[in-house]
């Protein structure tokens, strides 16, 4: 099988045809990463009986004209899903489908274009969707190191390096501790002129709004391991249309295993192309029963759950080892590269652990850290990682919360600080290390604790932090018996 190649809109597209007589319903992915990485999933959807289309975006690769991430591609993709349906090889039915920021350009067609020009599925994998929302957490945190990766690989240029940041960083390893974080480009060397408005952009959930108003099916998937699992899950949740499935696996945002004990190749695997190919052909026929359904990987175990089990609440003992009384110092911040803890010195976190776990626990559901603390500057980032650590002497982190605090200086509060949603069997004799520091970096930018912005901001000064052991609560979602397992592709095509 070969495609062609044809321009659509002035955009290019490949197209590949089943070896059959038409016509045949047709899957598009619309992509900035370069449309021929996607040969071998175009020949795994025309073995199954579907077209496949996918389409370089506007200024990416092939396509002419300028990229601006995160614009265009509602016109664009309309145009394009029009002239496929005019095409005699198509049947009229169309399934939208992508990964990361391929699936923002499925979900806008999708929840944003025009009747005519919206697919009849949607297929939304390890979701990117919007700038706002890959930019900052819910509590407005910059995720720097992330963003910064994607905008030098990808950023105002029609081609992509994968390794730019992290061949810069070699090159200088303090780079992303230069400030201001605006003039990152120009020690990249390069020019991104989106990259200070990407931290303008406050619009975060604007997609998940809309998912209420949504009138076709969506499989959404994504990793326990991907930084945007929580925007996977609430995009699930708020679906409006005729049913959404969700398979969340214990994987990264490439959708392989990450490392630890959930990278057993042989533990929940799929045939994700040929589960996608049933979920589309039962999708396109309406045979979905209505409503919300799903499995999600019980990370430690080989057991798949239904996508509705949450446990009960459960709040381990926790036992102050040091640092109730702390220095947040964004000149040296607690790293979220490594989970190396120092065991001398002036404290630059809180650091709690609870005993060893008397049985196995399967912790299901959103976990949260409850915190009465202050901080003596007017600006204040809390960070709050949660470790196991194993019998064999393992540390695997768990679950990573920062939250943007305005407190007045000086003065305990009470707070909370969501840690995401957590499907983990911890064995007997686990135990858990909470970390309370005020830096996360550079997974995030470094709170300056002087009330200026962490993008624009010249002067970092050190923050005394005091947090209260006998206040600070661990809650953990908790199922009290053991699991009923069930198959992942039986609950996504039910």
């Known amino acids: ?55 370089d975006v506007r200024g990416r690769h092939a396509s002419p004209g300028e990229w601006h991430p995160y614009e265009n591609e509602t016109a664009d993709g309309a145009a394009t899903a029009r002239w496929i349906r005019r095409q005699p090889w198509s049947d009229g039915r169309l399934v939208a489908t992508g990964a990361s920021y391929a699936a923002h350009c499925a979900l806008v067609l999708a929840l944003d274009a025009p009747a005519d020009g919206r697919p009849d599925a949607v297929v939304a994998a390890v979701p990117a969707l919007g700038a706002a929302d890959t930019a900052r957490e819910p509590s407005g945190v910059e995720r720097l190191a992330a963003r910064a990766g994607w905008w030098a690989a990808h950023g105002d240029r029609h081609d992509s390096d994968d390794g730019a940041l992290a061949k810069a960083r070699a090159a200088d390893p303090g780079l992303l501790a ?65 049913s959404a499935r969700l398979l969340l696996g214990p994987w990264g945002h490439n959708l392989t295993a990450a490392p630890g004990p959930d990278a057993d190749p042989a533990a929940h695997r799929v045939d994700l192309g040929d589960l996608y190919a049933r979920w589309a052909r039962h999708a396109l026929a309406g045979a979905l029963a209505p409503g919300a359904r799903g499995a999600v990987a019980l990370g430690g175990s080989p057991l798949w759950l239904g996508a509705g089990a949450e446990g009960e609440p459960y709040a381990p003992r926790l036992r102050l080892l040091r640092g109730a009384v702390f220095t947040a110092d964004p000149e040296r911040p607690v790293s979220s590269e490594h989970l190396t803890v120092p065991a001398d010195g002036t404290p630059d976190r809180c650091l709690l652990v609870t005993p060893p776990l008397p049985r196995p626990l399967d912790v299901v559901g959103p976990a949260q850290v409850v915190l009465r603390a202050a901080a003596d500057t007017p600006a204040a980032d809390w960070a709050a990682r949660l470790t196991a650590l194993t019998a064999g002497g393992r540390a695997e982190r768990l679950a990573v919360g920062v939250v943007r605090r305005t407190d007045p200086p000086g003065r305990a509060t009470g707070f909370t600080v969501p840690l995401g949603r957590l499907a983990r069997r911890l064995p007997a004799g686990t135990r858990l290390r909470l970390e309370i520091a005020g830096h996360h970096f550079p997974a995030h930018a470094r709170n300056p604790h002087t009330g200026e912005d962490a993008v624009t901001a010249l002067r970092l000064t050190a923050s005394r932090r005091d947090v209260d052991p006998a206040g600070t609560v661990l809650r953990l979602p908790v199922l009290r018996s053991r699991p009923a397992a069930t198959d992942p592709a039986q609950e996504i095509l039910r």
Not at 10 to 17: A, F, I, K, P, S
Not at 36 to 48: D, F, P, S, Y
Not at 214 to 230: C, E, M, S
Request: glycine share 10%; aromatic share 8%.
């Open 178 to 242: 230069h400030l201001p974080l605006t003039a990152l480009p120009r020690r990249l060397g390069r020019d991104l002129p989106s990259w200070p408005g990407l931290w303008h952009r406050r619009e975060r959930g604007r997609l998940v709004a809309r998912a209420a108003h949504a009138r076709l099916p969506l499989l959404a998937v994504g990793g326990h391991h991907d930084h945007f699992a929580q925007d996977t899950v609430a995009l699930w949740q708020h679906w409006g249309g005729p």
């Open 1 to 55: 099988m070969t495609p062609f190649t044809t321009t659509v809109t002035g955009l290019v597209t490949d197209v590949l045809l089943p070896d059959a007589d038409g016509p045949f319903p047709c899957v598009l992915v619309r992509t900035p990463y370069d449309r021929l990485r996607h040969r071998a999933e175009m020949r795994g959807w025309a073995r199954r009986g579907f077209a496949a289309a996918v389409q």
